[in-house]
């Protein structure tokens, strides 16, 4: 059963910086690229960055230079690390298994003074 639990999330002041991690199990982690969602209320669920299985990567125009995203294949672990946080990231963030429709739960980032 594929499982996908985020964690990191939190309230955090513009201009500041979180780590999401995004821990998977089920499958066969080193074979999959694994991409980074949010979804701000009241809006629809957007494109983040991903993570190929080679470690390429690819972000939203509206993340680059800020967010980076990486991967421990031997810890089965994505990561986004969030830099120069701004009120408009604040989005409950998820983590999804690409080219599949397996999801997690969600973590909540809220950039706020």
């Known amino acids: 059963q594929v499982q996908l639990v985020e964690s990191g999330g939190g309230l955090v002041q513009p201009g500041g910086s979180l780590r999401l991690s995004c821990a998977a199990s089920g499958f066969t982690f080193t074979s999959f690229d694994m991409s980074w969602y949010r979804q701000a209320p009241g809006k629809e669920r957007d494109f983040v960055a991903y993570?190929?299985?080679?470690?390429?990567?690819h972000y939203a125009d509206s993340v680059k230079g800020r967010f980076t995203v990486s991967r421990d294949n031997a810890k089965s672990t994505v990561y986004l690390q969030m830099n120069s946080l701004k009120p408009e990231d604040t989005a409950v963030y998820y983590c999804k298994r690409r080219w599949t429709n397996d999801w997690g739960q969600g973590t909540q980032v809220t950039v706020s003074s």
């Open positions: 993570v190929t299985k080679n470690r390429g990567t």
